[in-house]
């Protein structure tokens, strides 16, 4: 009996110990063991749509102004290329970082200011990103850090003072059938983005009938001590959308250091692109960065060239590209 009881004892002991080696597959799967992927759900609640999960862990809300009829020298804009407003919301232990970017009409600006700052949202920039548009539209960006139900109520609160549509976002047009009665106006006829990404050297995406690119940065963007991701608007962002004749309308924003301002500007000039803009977006980043909007119509392939060439006179990130750490 005394033998089959220390037997007992003998295997219990080796099992406990073979559970606490590091290699065990206890061990192993605690140490694999993913952590909880933030739940957005009050979010989406509160702001009428389900966000775009994003690259570092960012989930982003689209609020396209698909209401405004907005023509730039002839053009008529597609929200997707310069009307899309957006909010991004990165969880940070038991609160969240928000940061966005506010499509308004001038008539929209005070109103919709006002009750941000009585919600506890703040305004970092607001200022134009293109000429000659009618009508005229502002851009206004935010930043918050709080509880996430309540900012974005706050978001969804200020937006009812435009006409922002709010509703769940509408499905895609069906496509024309074969027996459908031809246009009598010019159509966009589609580019080649085969050649414009290998062109940029990054592939992008269509949505909402615009060809849209981001290029991060290699510089880790820090604000009070913490990255941000370049989903939260810190990445060069370029837009292509189909015009008549087999050309396209571009516009969107390079992110740049102070020395490489005036070198894009040059480049982007000599290569037939207009720059409509040189502001800030925030206010406490490091290293401090400025956004520089431009605007051109002409061949895709053509414009893609000028662009290329304005990002290599950026620091622009790689695939082996290193940055050093946010300091506290």
């Known amino acids: 009996m005394r033998s089959a009881v220390t037997f007992l004892r003998r295997a219990l002991l080796v099992c406990w110990a073979a ?15 993913r952590p909880t992927a933030p739940d957005w759900s009050a979010v989406e609640n509160a702001l009428g749509r389900k966000g775009t999960p994003s ?15 907005v023509v730039v020298h002839g053009v008529t804009l597609k929200p997707a290329l310069a009307l899309g407003s957006w ?4 969880r940070i232990a038991d609160h969240a970082v928000v940061m966005g970017d506010l499509v308004l009409l001038e008539p929209e600006v005070t109103s919709v200011m006002a009750s941000l700052q009585q919600n506890g949202v703040d305004q970092t920039a607001l200022h134009n990103h293109l000429l000659g548009e009618s009508p005229r539209v502002m851009y ?6 709080g509880n996430a139900e309540r900012i974005a109520k706050a978001v969804r609160t200020a937006l009812e003072f435009t006409n922002t549509p709010l509703g769940p976002p509408a499905p895609a047009s069906p496509a024309p059938t074969p027996n459908a009665t031809l246009p009598t106006t010019p159509v966009a006829i589609p580019f080649d983005t085969a050649t414009v990404a290998k062109t940029l050297g990054v592939t992008g995406k269509m949505n909402g009938g615009v060809y849209q690119i981001s290029v991060p940065r290699r510089e880790r963007i820090c604000d009070e001590g913490r990255e941000v991701p370049s989903a939260m608007g810190v990445a060069t962002a ?52 400025y956004f520089m909007h431009f605007w051109a119509v002409d061949d895709a392939a053509k414009l893609a060239r000028g662009l290329r060439a304005a990002l290599d006179r950026t620091n622009r990130r790689t695939p082996s590209s290193k940055a050093h750490p946010c300091k506290r």
């Open 19 to 33: 559970s606490a080696l590091p290699g065990t597959a206890a061990a192993q799967a605690k140490r694999t063991r």
């Open 140 to 145: 206004m960006h935010i930043h918050a850090i």
């Open 55 to 69: 690259p570092g862990g960012v989930v982003r809300f689209g609020f396209p102004r698909s209401d405004l009829n």
């Open 87 to 90: 909010v991004a919301f990165e």
């Open 238 to 289: 370029i837009n292509f959308q189909p015009t008549v004749g087999g050309k396209a309308a571009i516009t969107g924003d390079f992110i740049l250091l102070g020395k490489e301002v005036n070198p894009v500007l040059w480049t982007l000039s000599e290569n037939g692109i207009e720059v409509t803009a040189i502001h800030s977006h925030m206010i406490d980043e490091q290293p401090r960065l």
